[in-house]
């Protein structure tokens, strides 16, 4: 079955950096968009950024670009978010989902989750 596995949350203050990975199995991970979402305590899970199966468009929530960056790595299977420039109101559970063909912002479009990571960051 397909898995998506995050790690690389944690505590971090203001300014600083994160790297969140995604390691997926049970799909052709070639053939699948990735996206990120993440879902602050008492709100709706919102989009974050996404990238396409064959990297041709990624996707950025207005408020994070520049600071964030997505990455795939097919030799690894694994789906990177570089997180810079941290704030206080990026704190967060953070999740990988994936869905076959391009990448859509809708968060119901997407077939597959991980179980999510925390990132808090301190002011």
């Known amino acids: 079955q397909v898995q998506l596995v995050e790690s690389g949350g944690g505590l971090v203050q203001a300014g600083g950096s994160v790297r969140l990975s995604c390691a997926a199995s049970?799909?052709?991970?070639?053939?699948?968009?990735f996206a990120w979402f993440r879902q602050a305590l008492g709100k709706e899970r919102e989009f974050v950024t996404a990238i396409r199966y064959n990297e041709e468009e990624i996707l950025y929530k207005d408020s994070v670009k520049g600071r964030f960056t997505i990455s795939r790595d097919s030799a690894k299977s694994t789906v990177y978010l570089q997180m810079n420039s941290l704030k206080p109101e990026d704190t967060a559970v953070y999740y990988c989902a994936a869905r076959p063909g391009v990448e859509v912002v809708i968060s119901r479009a997407y077939d597959h989750w991980g179980q999510g990571t925390q990132v808090t960051v301190s002011s």
């Open positions: 049970g799909l052709t991970f070639s053939s699948y968009s």
